[in-house]
């Protein structure tokens, strides 16, 4: 059964750094392409990151290129989100996903980046 | 940047159907968008219902089911459930770089 948990969110202040963690479970990470995603309180749901199965290609949101960097570690399933720069506007939940042919397929809970002075 | 709409909320009686809609402000909705559709409940991750216009996930119930209709991509949920009431949210592809969520529809079963 796939399971992915996230980790490392927290209360950071704007300008600040955060390094969000995804640990796959039930499955080879190494199968997957993968995504990170965020629900925030007034932008909804918002895509944010694709990763391809070995890393060595990602994609970004306009909103967060330059700042957030997605990588990888297959050996240790593991997802991560590099995040610099933070603003107010990126406090939210974000959640790790699978892909499956343009879509999010499975879905962890998520862990909430707060962006506050 | 384009802006992905759909109806803010639906009220379906138990047992009838209603069908969900997703725009897209550049134009119409096409199976080249891959047009997703994700179900949500309060205090839950969404979860997958249908990916690339109309395939279903092994664990989708066969009530639901995905199309494209007239010029936007529809959800539709035949004998509806209590357990199907829900926030239910549409994804559209642009490009590998571009793709936005719709802003949700809330799913009333009354």
């Known amino acids: 059964q796939v399971q992915l948990a996230e980790s490392g969110g927290g209360v950071v202040q704007p300008g600040g750094s955060l390094r969000l963690s995804c640990a796959a479970s039930g499955f080879s990470l190494t199968n997957h392409q993968m995504h990170w995603v965020r629900q925030g309180p007034v932008k909804g749901l918002e895509w944010l990151a694709f990763a391809n199965y070995d890393g060595t290609r990602a994609f970004y949101a306009d909103s967060v290129k330059g700042r957030f960097t997605i990588s990888r570690d297959n050996f240790n399933g593991a997802l991560y989100l590099h995040m610099n720069g933070l603003t107010i506007e990126d406090t939210a939940v974000y959640h790790c996903?699978?892909?499956?042919?343009?879509?999010?397929?499975?879905w962890g809970q998520g862990t909430l980046v707060t962006v506050s002075s | 940047q384009a802006v992905v709409t759909q109806e803010p909320s639906l009220t379906v009686s138990p047992g009838g159907t209603v069908t969900l809609t997703c725009g897209s402000s550049?134009?119409?909705?096409?199976?080249?968008?891959?047009p997703s559709w994700f179900q949500q409940k309060p205090g839950q991750a969404p979860r997958a219902l249908i990916y690339?216009?109309?395939n279903k996930h092994a664990w989708t119930p066969a009530r639901f089911s995905g199309s494209l209709l007239g010029g936007r991509a529809a959800l539709s949920l035949s004998g509806a459930q209590p357990e199907d009431e829900a926030d239910y949210y549409c994804l559209v592809s642009y490009s590998t770089t571009l793709r936005v969520f719709g802003s949700g529809t809330k799913v009333t079963v009354l």
């Open positions: 996903a699978t892909d499956l042919q343009w879509t999010l397929a499975s």
């Open positions: 690339d216009t109309r």
């Open positions: 550049t134009g119409a909705v096409s199976s080249g968008h891959h």
